[in-house]
């Protein structure tokens, strides 16, 4: 009943709330009572407050008009049981049997081992020692978090404010707040600035703190040195006695079983210990394909919040901010000017602007909107070569597993209306085409026909979130 209560809040909540304060709650249903379990407390409290009541009335829809006692607590909820940590045993490696687990290093592992280049990097982050630290087994520890990357120079907008929230608190409380904190949503959108920051103030806050940043795919090339080495107790003490440790971009862990469970192991560890875990990752934790459920379920213990695409005013912002800190007068005209056309994500406004800063200090030149469209005219060509009307179909087509004849076809079933009027939609905000125009491309339909697509779909992306985060995907698809 839990499930088919959840289809039903899914529909009804953005997705950014849903996936922050539904999802996450695990339950138990036994004699007409539901306990729900809350991952913490933060998180109790906000459901009680927010979602209970909605919470019950769907329960009692469910249930014939019957209300089931819903009561909450923080935990989780009875499980079968899980394999248990045993004791650190050394473990032989080139693909032989791990002794503690059976888990195996696979050839997707040893890949990554040969690419991730250099010595490992991490090292115990405290700015009082910053020396690389030599352990046996020849592992040195380096970590680098970026000093530029804090929260005075992350701009605050609806599509991060949670997320910034969420992280400062962990960086005023580590291991207290929210542990561990999942970050994620879609490239170049702030999650490694927010990630970096929190290392920053942790490390300011208290100078001591050992902060550990490395992305997922040093963890594994770690790992397999670790064992190469036969040093993978120095490599297990390592991690498990950093205060923070932060690892970026977790999908990079699909298919490496052995990292994940060492990392599951490492996760439990840091948990139980107090410290504090920060994850990014590009997508939400049940979403990771080929990933063990057990560390999937683990992410959602903490806090899961989301960073969405900047809506024009932060990126305007973002703008601003970032040509301050070059020294560079931007007009807020051609800040303007710059966030209306580049909507991917935040990593291509940044190129776009030191484009711009480069030229103006070139040629001396005050920074125009002319002066803009000369200065990115490759850019924004490549943008529009990219993103055509017929690139726009085939995309959508894809995506929703129809043909592209069935969008540009005359037939009117739901699975193929939606799509279509995603597609027009698509084709307005992204292409320069005029209504006409694009009415044309889809069968030649009638221009009232697009602008009420247009419209449909703005409505949709309020009321429906499945509509909402399909549209953002669109735009990171076709603009990235
Ligand atoms: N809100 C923001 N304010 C200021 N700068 C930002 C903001 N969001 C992103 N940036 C900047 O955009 C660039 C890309 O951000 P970042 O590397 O954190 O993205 P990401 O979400 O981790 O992407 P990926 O998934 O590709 O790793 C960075 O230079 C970062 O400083």
Not at 350 to 372: D, K, M, Q, W, Y
Not at 405 to 426: E, G, I, Y
């Amino acid at each position: 009943m839990w499930h088919q209560c959840l289809e039903v809040l899914r529909d009804e909540f953005p997705a950014q709330q849903f996936n922050t304060w539904l999802r996450p709650l695990q339950s138990d249903h036994r004699e007409g009572q539901l306990m729900l379990f809350a991952p913490n407390r933060f998180v109790m409290d906000w459901v009680n407050e927010k979602y209970l009541r909605r919470i019950e009335e769907v329960l009692k829809d469910l249930n014939g008009g019957q209300a089931p006692r819903v009561n909450m607590k923080v935990g989780s909820a009875p499980r079968e049981s899980e394999p248990v940590e045993r004791s650190e045993v050394p473990v032989r490696v080139n693909g032989q049997v791990h002794e503690e687990t059976g888990s195996q290093v696979t050839e997707e592992e040893k890949g990554v081992a040969a690419t991730v280049a250099g010595p490992a990097s991490i090292k115990p982050k405290s700015s009082g020692d910053r020396r690389p630290v030599q352990v046996e087994g020849d592992i040195k520890h380096q970590s680098f978090l970026n000093e530029g990357f804090t929260f005075e120079t992350f701009v605050e907008g609806k599509s991060n404010q949670l997320a910034r929230a969420a992280s400062m608190q962990v960086a005023e409380n580590p291991g207290g707040a929210y542990n561990p904190l999942f970050l994620y949503g879609g490239v170049g959108l702030g999650k490694t600035h927010l990630m970096h920051a929190i290392g920053n103030e942790i490390v300011r806050r208290n100078p001591r703190a050992k902060v550990a940043y490395l992305r997922s795919e040093r963890f594994v090339a770690d790992m397999v040195k670790a064992l190469q080495l036969n040093a993978i107790n120095e490599f297990k003490r390592y991690y498990r006695s950093v205060d923070a440790l932060l690892i970026d971009d977790i999908q990079f862990f699909a298919r490496k079983e052995r990292s994940q469970e060492e990392f599951f192991h490492t996760f439990n560890a840091l948990l139980e210990g107090g410290q504090q875990v920060i994850v990014t990752c590009d997508r939400f934790p049940k979403e990771i394909v080929d990933m063990e459920e057990r560390l999937k379920s683990r992410f959602g213990w903490g806090l899961t919040v989301m960073v969405e695409p900047p809506e024009l005013e932060t990126r305007v912002a973002i703008l601003m901010k970032k040509a301050d800190q070059a020294n560079v007068k931007l007009s807020s005209e051609a800040a303007f000017f710059i966030a209306q056309k580049i909507r991917s994500n935040v990593r291509e406004l940044e190129g776009a602007l030191r484009l711009v800063i480069a030229n103006a200090h070139f040629t001396g030149s005050e920074i125009t909107p002319p002066f803009i469209r000369e200065s990115l005219k490759d850019l924004l060509a490549l943008h529009e070569k990219q993103v055509s009307i017929d690139n726009i179909q085939r995309t959508v087509a894809e995506y929703y597993k129809i043909k592209v004849a069935d969008l540009l076809s005359k037939r009117r079933t739901r699975t193929v209306t939606r799509p279509r009027q995603v597609a027009m939609a698509l084709s307005k905000e992204l292409t320069n085409h005029s209504l006409p125009e694009i009415g044309d491309a889809f069968g030649g339909r009638d221009h009232t026909t697009v602008l009420h697509a247009c419209k449909k779909i703005v409505e949709l992306q309020e009321t429906d979130p499945s509509i909402r985060e399909d549209y953002q995907n669109f735009m990171r698809l076709l603009t990235t």
